[in-house]
């Protein structure tokens, strides 16, 4: 649900990231208006199945390592750092789950944005995937997986271990637990530590993602650190933030979402007696 409603602010992101002008709403204008509204949703079965697998993996990885905390300190608060340790954990072991996803989600919305002669033109998850595995093999599928687990384990660290944390401060200024404003503030703080922390990596992501091999065969970058070390001598630090406020704007809203159903899904387990 948190996917489909983000994934048009996704796609502009991945657009900025590539190079697109014009700011976010230049970059989305100028795509509905030489590829129509549904260029927007470009890879949402990719992002569909990315979240499936993903996300579910991470939420509930760190669901269980959030409850060996708790009993290892015996019911008292857990320190910040095993929150951040637990969300490290999570996000880096469901990014080896969703990388297949991810990678077949990016290049689809990063199709269009290539020369025509260039474009890889899936027509959808299904075919992505057997494409891939027959021209780039098995291994193929997980192109890419390093930055996309470091920029996971820090979206992760960012979001979780702050969504838990500000929950507890918020608990303790009057704000009771469970209640709309404690999850809420929660979520919204834990949207914004996400993007703040993991927008470098995924900056790296997308360019490893995305890149094709020049007319010699030769990839413009040997790998993530390769891609880092380059994009620092060109842009500087600042260079990994760009699209910052697209980023934000696309994170920020999904990790509040997801937490705050999250949340949810337990009252309505309950309500209808699941």
């Keep these: 649900m948190s996917t489909a409603i983000i994934q048009p602010i996704d796609m502009v992101k991945v657009r900025l990231q590539l190079g697109d002008t014009g700011g976010p709403l230049g970059v989305a204008t100028n ?3 030489t590829q129509g509204v549904g260029s ?9 199945l990315r979240q499936a697998t993903y996300t579910t993996a991470r939420l509930g990885i760190y669901n269980n390592l959030s409850n060996m905390a708790i009993a290892a300190n015996e019911g008292k608060p857990v320190p910040l750092w095993q929150k951040a340790a ?4 999570a996000g880096g072991l469901g990014a080896l789950v969703g990388t297949p996803a991810d990678l077949t989600l990016l290049r689809m919305q990063a199709d269009t944005s290539l020369p025509a002669d260039q474009r ?13 595995v027959r021209e780039e093999g098995v291994g193929g599928l997980f192109t890419g997986a390093t930055p996309t687990v470091v920029r996971a384990m820090a979206l992760n660290m960012g979001m979780l271990a702050t969504n838990d944390q500000a929950k507890e401060m918020l608990e303790s200024v009057g704000l009771e637990k469970g209640s709309t404003g404690n999850v809420l503030g929660g979520a919204m703080l834990a949207g914004f530590a996400a993007s703040a922390c993991s927008l470098p990596f995924d900056y790296v992501k997308t360019q ?24 620092f001598a060109e842009g500087g630090p600042f260079k990994f933030y760009t699209g910052f406020p697209t980023y934000l704007i696309r994170i920020a809203p999904h990790a509040t979402l997801t937490l705050v159903f999250v949340a949810a899904l337990p009252k309505w387990e309950a309500k209808f007696g699941l």
């Excluded at 927007?40 to 569909?48: P, T, V």
């Excluded at 490893?208 to 070390?229: E, F, H, R, T, V």
């Design 208 to 231: 490893l993602q995305k890149m094709k091999p020049d007319a010699n065969g030769k990839m413009p970058y040997s790998g993530a650190i390769d891609c880092a070390l380059k994009t």
């Design 120 to 132: 890889r033109n899936y027509k959808g998850v299904g075919d992505a995937f057997i494409r891939i």
């Design 31 to 33: 795509m509905i208006k």
């Design 40 to 48: 927007l949703y470009r890879g949402l079965s990719a992002g569909l």
């Design 86 to 89: 637990c969300g490290l954990a």
